[in-house]
């Protein structure tokens, strides 16, 4: 073990600021600011700190070419490769997440949202609020618009989704910003005619699949039919009405995108879930863990476990998806994908409740049904619950510039810079990984995270080190290294 003695003789001459840990009983790992990292045998970490190793030395060259030992490169280096990862500072937000309405035909029994009744139509967004919705999204200073619409169940008030569709369509002739459209639904209300016009205007579709039917049925109760069943069909329309009328000219357009929320019902079917993707022609699965907001509070006894049994699920679930790919079946795990693009790439791939800060109100806002903007769609969850804590202001009397000038979204920001936060800063992993403000204060009261019994923390920190024992074997590496490659963000940043 690394003694305080040798710690004491470091050579800050030539040895760039780094991070570590003992990683296990034969390797120490390092990372720098920018996310390069490389693993050490003790001696070499000694010989490395105390600036004894040879300019000669194999080590030597990989410690330079990643950043971590000084030379007349170092310093303009590191600055140019750490305010490129860090670029997305320079923009406003591109993720504007619309709730244009919030009543819902399903009761799922975790539901983050608080979904309302499906005939409580003061749930519903109106096309005025919509109409200044979109004048407001036009004020970002971001060349990116990512327009995605959540609920509640969105289909239910189509007559404002249609609206917003065309109504921003025709502001983009003038404004000529990289505009997309998301639809997050559960597809039980689709029908042809909402289908084809949803393609025409080059909408993404999404839907909730918890895995295989018993799992999904379970955890998404629909008293109008099975819920799964419902699903499949239309993931299956979707692409064969694709394939039928644009041919594959829109590569990858309709590769239907589907997010699963873990509870304790998936965790033996962790088998079952990921075949169920596969055999739909899904390529991904982001494993999303519970978070403490809405329904899900008080479901605790049927549908949550500790950060230890979602581990466990989460390391099998991880060694069973690289077997399908060491079988040649491309297959992907989103949380680990981004990790990796920057662990492998050090890109950001900005999926924002990973990132150090956080997108809240500078990556994203949310626009509740009646006009409320808040730093987040989490945020505006927890409104649900009873708190205005997120609330930015209201499309009605607030302007852009007021929401981002809120001392709360300056607090956001602050609170999720995990540089300087206990038990994030002087981390080996601070490169890779952020904190949710908004789960910080639903859990213990308060927008800086509290290390104890933060779930959260937890569970990304051993989703990491996971990662970084998998890299260890060179298959592993390779498919973790195409995964990365192949993975686009979210929302393209405008550079």
Not at 334 to 342: E, I, Q
């Amino acid at each position: 073990m690394l003694d305080l003695q040798t710690i004491n003789k470091l050579d800050a001459k030539s040895v760039g600021y780094f991070r570590f840990k003992k990683f296990d009983a034969d390797n120490y790992l390092l990372t720098n600011e920018v996310g390069q990292y490389v693993f050490l045998k003790e001696n070499d970490f000694k010989a490395f700190i105390t600036g004894k190793l040879s300019s000669k030395n194999k080590i030597y060259k990989e410690l330079k070419a990643n950043l971590f030992i000084k030379d007349e490169a170092y310093v303009p280096t590191l600055v140019e490769k750490y305010r490129e990862r860090n670029s997305f500072l320079k923009f406003g937000p591109s993720l504007h997440i619309i709730v244009v309405t919030l009543r819902c035909n399903h009761k799922c029994i975790y539901c983050h949202a608080s979904a309302g009744d499906s005939k409580d139509k003061n749930l519903d967004m109106d096309l005025a609020t919509a109409k200044k919705i979109v004048d407001m999204i036009f004020k970002t200073t971001n060349d990116a618009i990512a327009i995605e619409f959540q609920g509640g169940e969105p289909l239910l008030n189509w007559p404002v989704v249609k609206f917003i569709i065309q109504y921003a369509g025709e502001k983009n002739r003038l404004e000529k910003k990289n505009l997309q459209f998301r639809l997050v639904s559960n597809f039980s209300l689709l029908d042809d005619e909402k289908i084809n016009f949803l393609m025409e205007k080059g909408v993404h579709f999404c839907t909730s699949l918890d895995g295989d039917e018993e799992t999904h049925n379970f955890n998404r109760i629909y008293a109008d039919g099975n819920s799964f069943a419902e699903t499949v069909k239309w993931i299956k329309k979707i692409k064969e009405i694709y394939a039928q009328k644009y041919k594959g000219k829109k590569k990858n357009y309709y590769n239907v995108g589907a997010l699963i929320t873990v509870t304790r019902k998936t965790l033996a079917n962790y088998k079952k879930v990921i075949d169920t993707y596969i055999d739909l022609g899904l390529r991904s699965i982001y494993l999303r863990y519970l978070n403490p907001y809405g329904f899900a509070v008080n479901a605790k006894e049927k549908i949550w476990y500790t950060p230890e049994e979602y581990i466990d699920f989460y390391k099998k679930t991880l060694d069973y998806i690289l077997g399908k790919n060491y079988q040649g079946k491309l297959f992907l795990e989103t949380a680990a994908v981004t990790y990796l693009r920057k662990i492998l790439l050090q890109e950001e791939p900005h999926n924002l409740d990973m990132r150090s800060p956080c997108g809240a109100a500078i990556g994203q806002l949310a626009y509740n049904y009646n006009g409320d903007i808040y730093t987040c769609d989490d945020g505006r969850m927890i409104s649900r619950m009873g708190d205005e804590m997120f609330k930015l202001g209201n499309v009605n009397s607030n302007t852009f510039e007021q929401l981002i000038n809120n001392n709360l979204c300056k607090s956001i920001c602050l609170a999720s810079c995990t540089n300087g936060l206990a038990g994030h800063g002087d981390n080996v992993y601070q490169p890779y990984w952020g904190t949710c403000p908004v789960y910080n204060y639903s859990l213990h009261g308060n927008i800086f995270p509290q290390m104890a019994n933060n779930y959260k923390w937890q569970i990304d920190e051993q989703i990491i080190d996971y990662l970084f024992t998998k890299l260890h074997n060179k298959k592993n590496r390779d498919i973790f290294l195409d995964w990365a490659k192949r993975a686009k963000p979210p929302v393209k940043v405008a550079k």
